[in-house]
């Protein structure tokens, strides 16, 4: 009965998978908490004992919970738990309460134009939650402003169904809302020219723009009733979603198909009356920087949104010093933007109002710190040329008004490298003002450009302490534009400039720029060339006068007198590249979750590695493998190249001696410069596992006594070594793998059990037996010993065994057992009994299987039984041994299995 029992309980064990049970994880997955807020995280699955760590916040472990406390600001973190060779990863938002909330998008069109009453059109959003996935069981109110004109009604969760009642021109806005949350969209009646027609955007297949003449040239839509009537001479426009619009040169019908030659359409060709005014929400943009460089821009939107803009943590390292910038509120901006179109036959007549405002209030005070690290800064900037243009443009009497441009333009060229060291201070600057910029048209008052602002200004420039070196090149033009208003004065022989004010300045550049970090491929910190070609552009409220009066004004009062002043209106302070590095990936697909397990022959233990773009040549690095210090495989330590391919796909199937933890990179020789210096990506930023069975300590020969007439008894016991490797963070795990081995039956000598599950660190034991024939004699034979250890011979291990019967009865071994089943720390009651058909002195030891000592008493004093309790503090698989030896060196093996869960 007992050999059935532990014959089941075998079997179980190999049924099972892992040890520890379920794999670990850790409930809520993500979280989003306020700034000081806390919550509370439970790991499920994976052992008892877990490492706990977050990056930015603090953790109060209590076993397998823990308590996390976000910092005080607003912040991305993450949790990581480890334990058992397992991880769990917990993302984290810290925001403001008000930027927990949902958001709404537009899907559809955001200007739906009707030409006629009755005429319906979709209004369409979606709902995301703080994490940026989709709310799908979101109910979103949709209201219009004025409902007499323009009726909204739900046609599902996220969709409304928009109609015109009225033929009344127009602009009305459409909202749509959720949970304090709102997007706007404006439905917009206009009158079409009668050669103009709407098509439905869904008809469009195809198109063609020209960026030289800014229009559409080529169209293919699908073949309906209504473009099958379009013919050449109209025009025609889609949506603002589409954005398709022109004129039809030419029409020709096919199979399922219309295809349009275009050419370029004004709006004056397609609407024949029209009123749109929309404006948009205004934002709100304030600025926190905490202690140590953290913080986080806030933005409020006049819509009721609220987001979050983190700024990184000022990370200091060797060389680098770094006073704090302090910033503080920065400023609220919207636009607005207006059209109205009248039946005429010129550009005025036709044209009835228009506007495009940019209207701003700003209020900044900051200090732009201190940083200085060993890297050398130089600057070439060299102007080609600049120019002073009046466009004269009303004249009253002998004074006249002009609009004043001022352009320069030149070559800039910069230099910063890895050698000397820099030092910047600065700029800390104060300002308040309020603007609004653009232009406005009525047909009582005409063009009227808007300048409306003022401004209370103090700036600090920044300081500069150079030494040589080399990081960074960029060199290209730069274009600046300054625009002002003066009065001239038509004199007898001359004209005079009386008074004059430079009000608005844009700076632009186009630069070229590459940098280069680290030049050798086999360095993990290697990150390809930065290149790229795009543009830069500030803009600048001012005010500073120049002229006749001016000069006037200088030499009563000084230079200071005829500069009241500046504020920056924007700033694109990195480059907006519209030419750079091609988009470069890679990404792996291992056989087993997370790794490879060289022992699990159900599969191919393989890693599948891919790259974008397919076609280039790619190698794929590895760094790791087994090592006792994570230093020694990772870090500086160099790659070792694994393989290459132009396919976009590359197989790597490693073996025993590839057993470790590893990280892998790609190089992709791809584009003008990366076919020289290839661009980089990390394949996996998580460590792969390359795990394996490891026997060990097989004996050589294993001896079977008896008594003659009976059963000659051995055990045959082997272990399953553990590998423990460096993880990158420098904690360790084992990459031995569960050993499953085969003794078969059906030979002379008989083993209980044929099959054994042996985890990392265990022993196995099989009890051996031999019928004993009744005269004493002395026999050899053997066994043999197949597993899943790569390592081991396809026709197993022979095992040598000796089998002696003498007249001599050997001992026999027993254990009852209570508690052999249940969750880690798991205590266990063992009552043993020892026994000698012959009368024999007995001793005997209890091996409880988890590397703590065992119960033994020497030769003669083993006691008939004896009751011990042990505890399993670690979650796994053991296997509890009791052993009994007599004087003449027989010995009985009693083995129990105990699942500490």
Same mark, same amino acid.
């Given at each position: *009965?007992?050999?059935?029992?532990?014959?089941?309980?075998?079997?179980?064990?190999?049924?099972?998978?892992?040890?520890?049970?379920?794999?670990?994880?850790?409930?809520?997955?993500?979280?989003?908490?306020?700034?000081?807020?806390?919550?509370?995280?439970?790991?499920?699955?994976?052992?008892?004992?877990?490492?706990?760590?977050?990056?930015?916040?603090?953790?109060?472990?209590?076993?397998?919970?823990?308590?996390?406390?976000?910092?005080?600001?607003?912040?991305?973190?993450?949790?990581?738990?480890?334990?058992?060779?397992?991880?769990?990863?917990?993302?984290?938002?810290?925001?403001? +309460?008000?930027?927990?909330?949902?958001?709404?998008?537009?899907?559809?069109?955001?200007?739906?134009?009707?030409?006629?009453?009755?005429?319906?059109?979709?209004?369409?959003?979606?709902?995301?939650?703080?994490?940026?996935?989709?709310?799908?069981?979101?109910?979103?109110?949709?209201?219009?402003?004025?409902?007499?004109?323009?009726?909204?009604?739900?046609?599902?969760?996220?969709?409304?169904?928009?109609?015109?009642?009225?033929?009344?021109?127009?602009?009305?806005?459409?909202?749509?809302?959720?949970?304090?949350?709102?997007?706007?969209?404006?439905?917009?009646?206009?009158?079409?020219?009668?050669?103009?027609?709407?098509?439905?955007?869904?008809?469009?297949?195809?198109?063609?723009?020209?960026?030289?003449? *800014?229009?559409?040239?080529?169209?293919?839509?699908?073949?309906?009733?209504?473009?099958?009537?379009?013919?050449?001479?109209?025009?025609?426009?889609?949506?603002?979603?589409?954005?398709?619009?022109?004129?039809?040169?030419?029409?020709?019908?096919?199979?399922?198909?219309?295809?349009?030659?275009?050419?370029?359409?004004?709006?004056?060709?397609?609407?024949?009356?029209?009123?749109?005014?929309?404006?948009?929400?205004?934002?709100?943009?304030?600025?926190?920087?905490?202690?140590?460089?953290?913080?986080?821009?806030?933005?409020?939107?006049?819509?009721?949104?609220?987001?979050?803009?983190?700024?990184?943590?000022?990370?200091?390292?060797?060389?680098?010093?770094?006073?704090?910038?302090?910033?503080?509120?920065?400023?609220?901006?919207?636009?607005?933007?207006?059209?109205?179109?009248?039946?005429?036959?010129?550009?005025?007549?036709?044209?009835?109002?228009?506007?495009?405002?940019?209207?701003?209030?700003?209020?900044?005070?900051?200090?732009?710190?201190?940083?200085?690290?060993?890297?050398?800064?130089?600057?070439?900037?060299?102007?080609?040329?600049?120019?002073?243009?009046?466009?004269?443009?009303?004249?009253?009497?002998?004074?006249?008004?002009?609009?004043?441009?001022?352009?320069?333009?030149?070559?800039?060229?910069?230099?910063?490298?890895?050698?000397?060291?820099?030092?910047?201070?600065?700029?800390?600057?104060?300002?308040?003002?309020?603007?609004?910029?653009?232009?406005?048209?009525?047909?009582?008052?005409?063009?009227?450009?808007?300048?409306?602002?003022?401004?209370?200004?103090?700036?600090?420039?920044?300081?500069?302490?150079?030494?040589?070196?080399? *990081?960074?090149?960029?060199?290209? $033009?730069?274009?600046?534009?300054?625009?002002?208003?003066?009065?001239?004065?038509?004199?007898?022989?001359?004209?005079?400039?009386?008074?004059?004010?430079?009000?608005?300045?844009?700076?632009?550049?186009?630069?070229?720029?590459? %940098?280069?970090?680290?030049?050798?491929?086999?360095?993990?910190?290697?990150?390809?060339?930065?290149?790229?070609?795009?543009?830069?552009?500030?803009?600048?409220?001012?005010?500073?006068?120049?002229?006749?009066?001016?000069?006037?004004?200088?030499?009563?009062? +000084?230079?200071?007198?005829?500069?009241?002043?500046?504020?920056?209106?924007?700033?694109?302070?990195?480059?907006?590249?519209?030419?750079?590095?091609?988009?470069?990936?890679?990404?792996?697909?291992?056989?087993?979750?997370?790794?490879?397990?060289?022992?699990?022959?159900?599969?191919?233990?393989?890693?599948?590695?891919?790259?974008?773009?397919?076609?280039?040549?790619?190698?794929?690095?590895?760094?790791?493998?087994?090592?006792?210090?994570?230093?020694?495989?990772?870090?500086?330590?160099?790659?070792?190249?694994?393989?290459?391919?132009?396919?976009?796909?590359?197989?790597?199937? $490693?073996?025993?001696?590839?057993?470790?933890?590893?990280?892998?990179?790609?190089?992709?020789?791809?584009?003008?410069?990366?076919?020289?210096?290839? &661009?980089?990506?990390?394949?996996?930023?998580?460590?792969?596992?390359?795990?394996?069975?490891?026997?060990?300590?097989?004996?050589?020969?294993?001896?079977?006594?008896?008594?003659?007439?009976?059963?000659?008894?051995?055990?045959?016991?082997?272990?399953?070594?553990?590998?423990?490797?460096?993880?990158?963070?420098?904690?360790?795990?084992?990459?031995?793998?569960?050993?499953?081995?085969?003794?078969?039956?059906?030979?002379?000598?008989?083993?209980?059990?044929?099959?054994?599950?042996?985890?990392?660190?265990?022993?196995?034991? &099989?009890?051996?037996?031999?019928?004993?024939?009744?005269?004493?004699?002395?026999?050899?034979?053997?066994?043999?010993?197949?597993?899943?250890?790569?390592?081991? $011979?396809?026709?197993? &291990?022979?095992?040598?065994?000796?089998?002696?019967?003498?007249?001599?009865?050997?001992?026999?071994?027993? *254990?009852?057992?209570?508690?052999?089943?249940?969750?880690?720390?798991?205590?266990? %009651?063992?009552?043993?009994?020892?026994?000698?058909?012959?009368?024999?002195?007995?001793?005997?030891?209890?091996?409880?299987?988890?590397?703590?000592?065992?119960?033994?008493?020497?030769?003669?004093?083993?006691?008939?039984?004896?009751?011990?309790?042990?505890?399993? %503090?670690?979650?796994?698989?053991?296997?509890?041994?009791?052993?009994?030896?007599?004087?003449?060196?027989?010995?009985?093996?009693?083995?129990?299995?105990?699942?500490?869960?």
């Amino acid at each position: *009965m007992r050999i059935s029992l532990l014959v089941l309980v075998l079997l179980g064990l190999a049924a099972c998978g892992g040890p520890g049970g379920a794999p670990l994880r850790v409930e809520p997955g993500q979280v989003a908490v306020e700034p000081g807020g806390r919550v509370t995280l439970e790991a499920l699955g994976g052992p008892a004992n877990l490492e706990w760590s977050a990056t930015k916040g603090r953790l109060q472990v209590d076993g397998r919970t823990a308590t996390y406390t976000a910092p005080p600001y607003a912040t991305d973190d993450e949790i990581v738990v480890r334990g058992g060779g397992g991880e769990a990863r917990v993302s984290v938002l810290v925001r403001p +309460g008000g930027a927990l909330g949902p958001r709404l998008v537009i899907t559809g069109a955001q200007a739906l134009v009707f030409t006629r009453a009755g005429e319906t059109r979709e209004f369409a959003v979606e709902v995301y939650d703080v994490f940026g996935e989709p709310v799908p069981d979101a109910r979103v109110e949709f209201v219009s402003d004025d409902p007499a004109r323009f009726r909204v009604e739900a046609t599902g969760p996220k969709t409304a169904r928009v109609t015109a009642l009225t033929d009344a021109l127009g602009t009305v806005r459409l909202r749509a809302r959720y949970q304090g949350a709102e997007a706007w969209a404006h439905a917009v009646y206009a009158e079409l020219q009668p050669y103009a027609r709407r098509l439905d955007p869904a008809w469009v297949r195809e198109a063609e723009w020209n960026e030289s003449t *800014m229009s559409w040239t080529r169209a293919v839509l699908k073949r309906t009733p209504e473009t099958e009537a379009l013919e050449a001479g109209q025009t025609f426009f889609t949506d603002d979603r589409t954005g398709l619009w022109g004129r039809i040169e030419a029409v020709r019908l096919q199979d399922d198909r219309v295809e349009l030659d275009l050419s370029k359409a004004a709006l004056t060709q397609i609407f024949r009356r029209l009123s749109y005014r929309a404006v948009t929400p205004s934002y709100r943009v304030e600025a926190t920087v905490a202690p140590g460089g953290r913080g986080f821009l806030r933005v409020l939107g006049e819509d009721g949104s609220e987001r979050i803009v983190p700024l990184s943590a000022c990370r200091v390292s060797t060389g680098v010093e770094i006073e704090e910038p302090r910033i503080g509120h920065v400023f609220e901006v919207w636009v607005e933007t207006e059209l109205e179109l009248e039946p005429g036959f010129s550009l005025e007549a036709v044209l009835d109002r228009a506007a495009f405002v940019l209207h701003s209030e700003a209020g900044l005070e900051a200090s732009g710190g201190r940083i200085s690290y060993r890297a050398g800064d130089a600057t070439i900037d060299c102007t080609l040329g600049s120019w002073d243009v009046s466009i004269p443009t009303v004249s009253v009497l002998i004074l006249t008004l002009n609009v004043d441009l001022f352009p320069a333009v030149g070559l800039y060229a910069t230099l910063a490298g890895s050698e000397g060291g820099v030092e910047v201070a600065g700029p800390s600057a104060r300002a308040v003002a309020s603007a609004a910029v653009g232009f406005r048209y009525t047909d009582a008052d005409g063009w009227r450009f808007v300048d409306d602002f003022g401004t209370d200004v103090g700036l600090r420039g920044p300081s500069f302490g150079l030494t040589p070196g080399r *990081m960074r090149t960029e060199l290209g $033009p730069w274009a600046e534009l300054e625009l002002g208003l003066s009065i001239d004065a038509e004199l007898i022989f001359e004209t005079v400039t009386l008074l004059g004010g430079r009000f608005l300045e844009f700076v632009g550049e186009l630069p070229l720029y590459l %940098t280069v970090t680290d030049a050798d491929v086999r360095r993990a910190s290697y990150t390809g060339p930065d290149w790229g070609f795009g543009w830069r552009l500030r803009g600048f409220l001012k005010l500073e006068l120049y002229g006749v009066l001016a000069d006037f004004l200088t030499e009563l009062f +000084g230079s200071g007198a005829t500069y009241l002043g500046s504020t920056e209106l924007f700033n694109v302070g990195d480059p907006q590249a519209f030419l750079g590095p091609p988009a470069v990936s890679s990404a792996l697909k291992t056989s087993h979750p997370f790794g490879v397990d060289l022992g699990d022959t159900s599969r191919t233990p393989q890693i599948e590695f891919t790259a974008t773009p397919a076609d280039a040549r790619t190698e794929f690095w590895r760094q790791g493998g087994r090592c006792a210090d994570a230093a020694d495989c990772f870090g500086a330590a160099p790659l070792v190249k694994l393989g290459e391919t132009s396919t976009g796909r590359w197989v790597w199937r $490693p073996g025993k001696a590839d057993v470790g933890w590893y990280l892998f990179y790609a190089r992709h020789y791809t584009g003008p410069i990366g076919q020289a210096l290839p &661009h980089a990506s990390q394949v996996s930023s998580l460590a792969v596992y390359v795990a394996s069975p490891n026997l060990d300590f097989v004996p050589s020969e294993v001896l079977l006594k008896g008594k003659v007439g009976g059963t000659a008894t051995g055990v045959l016991r082997y272990y399953n070594r553990p590998q423990p490797a460096a993880l990158p963070n420098g904690t360790t795990g084992d990459v031995t793998s569960l050993l499953r081995t085969l003794v078969p039956a059906g030979g002379a000598v008989a083993p209980d059990p044929t099959t054994a599950a042996v985890y990392s660190g265990r022993w196995a034991y &099989h009890q051996l037996s031999y019928a004993c024939p009744a005269t004493p004699t002395t026999v050899n034979t053997s066994v043999f010993l197949f597993t899943n250890d790569p390592d081991s $011979p396809a026709g197993g &291990h022979q095992i040598p065994v000796t089998v002696e019967c003498t007249n001599n009865s050997p001992p026999q071994a027993y *254990m009852q057992w209570y508690n052999l089943v249940g969750p880690a720390p798991l205590t266990t %009651t063992f009552q043993t009994s020892a026994y000698d058909p012959d009368g024999d002195p007995m001793g005997c030891y209890l091996d409880f299987g988890d590397g703590s000592p065992r119960v033994e008493y020497a030769l003669g004093q083993c006691p008939a039984g004896f009751t011990v309790d042990h505890t399993y %503090t670690e979650p796994g698989t053991y296997q509890a041994s009791f052993v009994v030896t007599d004087v003449d060196g027989e010995r009985d093996v009693f083995t129990l299995t105990v699942e500490a869960q």
